[in-house]
């Protein structure tokens, strides 16, 4: 048995990626094998081994010899052979998304919310807050991997117990039942195509490994793909952020359709992979009906096999042919009665065809009419397939009144204009017609199609309108374009005729051919000294004399160029501020600068090697300067505030667990933080300004030279924060709320070398410490102390006869001692809120029979059984002659409690050296316990 233990805790899991091929399955052991290589050893079963034991091509379990060897293997986590990623695990973990991460407290995975296209995120953002009264959500991300699935991030570390007892009260939102899910750090994250198209991973990931190429450190990762998503984990989160940001940023920029999330639950990951509700090869494997519905616009159909929705009356179908069904794409239990079809040519088809989102939120509608209502697009053609009994004429009116609603409410339909001069140019067209593609492929909301001369555009309403005014604007730009280059071909200069051209070196050419608006302003002035700006091929810019009989027009158009220079149009050159020259920095001067440009229409502004260069008209650019010192001027202030800020690291009362911990415990903990500072050229002072502004101060003990060097101090303030980090990690915070009916007990089994208690009240308490005595403390606090089986009142205890019935029946003995209780408290109840229903007891007062409206039954059997949840009963021992006393002056003493108002029963029969006193609030049981210290009988 020890033989079979000891080789058990020696098994490790190795998980590789791609698929091992069999001529690399005796190197991959002699890798495994290799202490240099892998951090291996001598492997046990390997004479056993083949590669029949690689589980699907890419899991294989080992067992070395040596249980170190195994801990060293496991701790590598991630190995590198020949081109295969491998990741270690221990031998009961199958995977590496099975393996146990650390919980990320303050994050929450909410699926299944509805959230309607014309809603914001407001609704997920209530919901959330509802779960966590006392928390704030300061982010919420919609994951791309499950539909109507956010990931909501609170301020402060979440209260589960809280949480989900809030969750089970509201499960259900919008007739949907919402399902929480924990969030892990699994440090990794899922390209992937959302339309799960067949996609070559095989560029990124070469560009995943020339991006690790520019980090110091070698940082080994694993990875798992398939045809449409590429799955990244790394064992470092700083490097995962990093390289996230970096992976985001190229998808922004590039037309591949592919997104990038961080995956905080394996679990999302493969209902993805699992969900083939986007894919559309798997319905022709299926080879059944994809369906919709037609509405009152919608012609019959000519089909023989299935039927149109519209106003006029429905044509039944007539049998299918074998060779009719072979062409249809539905299976053999199909019934052609169920099938109904849109008319390709309507409007409301085109937009469900082609618009995924409005598909499935017009399915979800379909489903709030009939559940067996399907909404399926196959091969072109849409139809509605009917499953339910219900036959289609007593469905339609529904099906079209809904379809008319949805469009109305949801969707729009735009159309656009294109210019004649646009339409008799190919290039032009063939610009809009990449740009219609480019928004088509990028926006599953909406779809634009060039149809009649016309542009034409379907989806949801917010989205298609905004790509509207895009497209609307794009048309514009090229419309304008396109009457300056009409114009150069349309009034072509006589051969006579003297031109001048604009030197490209001079600011003159720079200003008119970059900023449009210069270009048309300068084109309309020139006209008065009978001059014309025109574009010529290979970029350049000329002005012809358009007045013959002016002998003077070249001296007035070099006159007019020259005034141009110097009196509208300037350039400057400002330098960026040395401190202000690294990627943080650059990144916001560079978004400052386009939005300078976007405000400041008539300038154009470049940054080029730490000079920012701007041009335009001489008022815009003078604007552009203030605006910009003014912002590098505070970029800078901040910065050197940053800096400053970097050579002292404070700890104050608002850091509770860390300023109690450096407070208390007779200075303990203090000295070994000190010390451990000291070892990085640190030093930890304590300071006190008053009562609410004290705590402890981290100075820099650098040389002062060195202080002034921004990358030591960088990485001094670094070191500081890993020396925080890692020294405070081991303590922790824990508020803990006693049971129901517990209070503070006079003495707390607990190591005053290792925790604080701070009771804030009879039955609330802070525990500060080393956290597996804070744990430990807590589970003692919080334990509920079990009564005698005798006295344990909780309702589970009670019989009840038929819970689902009208009559329920309590047979427990205890019931006779607490029926006066119940009863006060269900009748009254009874008579304030459910005045219609009628009840009886039998002569045993053990059943309860109810009669009228069910609804109004059930909440008053709910009703009946918080009531017993709530009866509490506390044991009071005593000697067998003071029960005595209390059974003989029963009278008296009931009547004693009567003028205490106190609501008590008191059992003092059921055992011979103590009674039981009931009551539902437990106020009232403190009170008796008062009283009866001082009752004399």
């Not at 409007?347 to 499935?360: D, M, P, W």
């Not at 072509?492 to 270009?519: G, H, M, Q, R, T």
């Not at 709320?737 to 503070?744: E, I, R, S, V, W």
């Amino acid at each position: 048995m020890d033989d079979q233990s000891t080789k058990s805790s020696n098994c490790v899991t190795v998980e590789i990626y791609p698929h091992l091929k069999q001529d690399d399955f005796d190197l991959l052991i002699l890798f495994l094998e290799s202490k240099r290589q892998s951090g291996g050893g001598d492997i046990s079963n390997v004479d056993d081994l083949t590669f029949a034991n690689v589980q699907n091509g890419k899991i294989l379990r080992i067992f070395y010899q040596d249980s170190e060897v195994t801990k060293r293997v496991i701790s590598k986590k991630f190995l590198k052979f020949k081109n295969y990623h491998i990741r270690t695990l221990p031998g009961s973990i199958s995977s590496f998304k099975c393996e146990n991460y650390d919980i990320l407290t303050d994050k929450l995975i909410i699926k299944n919310i509805c959230v309607d296209n014309d809603d914001d995120e407001s609704i997920v953002e209530m919901y959330a807050e509802y779960l966590a009264p006392y928390n704030e959500v300061t982010n919420l991300q919609k994951s791309s991997l499950s539909y109507n699935t956010f990931i909501a991030t609170f301020k402060s570390k979440l209260d589960r117990e809280c949480m989900y007892a809030r969750f089970s009260k509201k499960r259900i939102l919008r007739k949907k039942e919402i399902i929480l899910m924990d969030s892990f750090n699994t440090k990794s994250f899922l390209i992937f195509s959302p339309k799960k198209q067949d996609t070559d991973f095989g560029h990124l990931i070469d560009k995943l490994n020339s991006e690790l190429a520019n980090f110091e450190k070698s940082n080994p990762y694993f990875i798992e793909s398939n045809a449409y998503s590429l799955l990244v984990q790394f064992d470092n989160e700083k490097l995962l952020n990093e390289i996230f940001n970096i992976f985001e940023l190229y998808f922004k920029s590039t037309s591949l359709d592919l997104i990038i999330e961080k995956v905080y639950n394996f679990s999302l990951v493969d209902s993805f992979s699992a969900n083939n509700q986007i894919v559309h090869k798997p319905f022709l494997d299926r080879t059944f009906v994809e369906v919709a519905v037609q509405t009152d616009f919608l012609s019959d159909s000519n089909s023989t096999s299935v039927e149109s929705i519209s106003n006029s009356d429905f044509k039944e179908p007539s049998k299918l042919n074998s060779t009719a069904k072979s062409n249809l794409p539905f299976d053999a239990d199909t019934k052609p009665e169920q099938l109904i079809e849109f008319n390709i040519e309507d409007i409301y088809t085109t937009a469900l065809l082609n618009v995924k989102q409005l598909f499935f939120n017009f399915q979800e509608e379909l489903t709030k009419i009939n559940p067996k209502l399907e909404l399926i697009n196959s091969n072109g053609r849409l139809f509605l397939k009917n499953s339910s009994l219900t036959d289609n004429n007593s469905l339609k009116t529904k099906t079209l009144t809904a379809l008319i609603f949805f469009f109305e409410k949801k969707a729009f339909h735009k159309i656009i204009e294109i210019p004649a001069r646009i339409l008799k140019s190919p290039d032009l067209m063939s610009k809009i017609d990449s740009k219609v593609q480019e928004y088509n492929k990028l926006c599953p909301a909406l779809y634009f199609r060039i149809q009649n001369q016309q542009l034409e555009g379907f989806g949801c309403k917010k989205i298609l309108q905004n790509k509207s005014n895009e497209l609307s604007r794009f048309i514009d730009v090229l419309s304008s374009h396109s009457n300056s280059n009409l114009a150069t071909v349309e009034t072509k200069p006589s051969e006579n005729s003297i031109k001048i051209s604009i030197s490209p070196d001079s600011l003159a050419f720079k200003v008119l051919w970059n900023i449009k608006n210069i270009f048309f302003d300068f084109k309309n002035s020139v006209k008065s000294i009978g001059a014309d700006l025109r574009i010529e091929q290979d970029q350049k810019l000329s002005l012809f004399n358009m007045d013959s009989s002016n002998s003077v027009w070249e001296a007035k158009v070099k006159d007019y160029l020259e005034e141009f220079e110097k009196k509208q149009v300037k350039t400057i050159k400002l330098g960026v501020p040395e401190n202000l020259r690294n990627k943080i920095n650059i990144d916001i001067i560079k978004f400052e600068l386009k939005e300078q440009e976007k405000s400041l229409v008539s300038i154009k502004v470049e940054l080029v090697e730490n000079e920012i260069v701007a041009f335009g008209y001489c008022k815009a650019v003078d604007i552009f300067t203030r605006n910009i010192n003014k912002k590098l001027k505070y970029y800078q202030n901040n910065s050197e505030k940053n800096f400053a800020n970097k050579l002292l690291v404070v700890i104050n009362r608002i850091k509770s667990v860390e300023y109690k911990i450096l407070q208390g415990f007779n200075g303990k903990y203090f000295k070994e933080f000190s010390d451990n500072l000291n070892q990085i050229q640190a030093i930890l002072t304590a300071y006190y300004k008053n009562e609410t502004d004290n705590g402890f101060k981290i100075f820099c003990n650098l040389e002062k030279s060195e202080q002034q060097d921004v990358n030591k101090v960088n990485i001094w303030h670094q070191r500081v924060l890993e020396s925080r980090k890692n020294f405070f990690n081991k303590f922790t915070r824990q508020a803990v709320q006693l049971p129901h009916g517990k209070t503070a007990p006079s003495k707390v089994d607990f190591d005053p070398e290792k925790i604080i208690i701070e009771w804030k009240s009879g039955t609330q308490a802070d525990i500060i410490g080393e956290k597996n005595e804070v744990e430990r403390v807590k589970n003692n606090l919080v334990k509920k102390e079990k009564l005698p089986e005798s006295s344990d009142l909780s309702s589970s205890q009670f019989n009840f006869s038929n819970p689902n019935e009208n009559t329920f029946l309590i047979s427990d003995l205890k019931w006779f001692q607490i029926r006066i209780l119940f009863e006060e408290q269900f009748f009254k109840h009874l008579s304030d809120n459910y005045k219609d229903l009628n009840v009886m007891l039998d002569t045993q007062l053990t059943r309860i029979c109810l009669s009228g409206n069910k609804k109004e039954i059930n909440k008053a059997k709910k009703m009946a059984f918080k009531i017993l949840e709530k009866i509490l009963g506390a044991e009071i021992e005593c000697d067998s002659a003071t029960l005595d006393q209390m059974q003989k002056n029963e009278n008296q003493f009931l009547s004693y409690l009567k003028d205490q108002n106190l609501k008590c029963v008191v059992d003092t029969k059921s055992n011979a050296d103590k009674f039981i006193v009931y009551s539902t609030k437990l106020e009232d049981i403190e009170k008796f316990k008062s009283i009866f210290s001082k009752f004399k009988f």
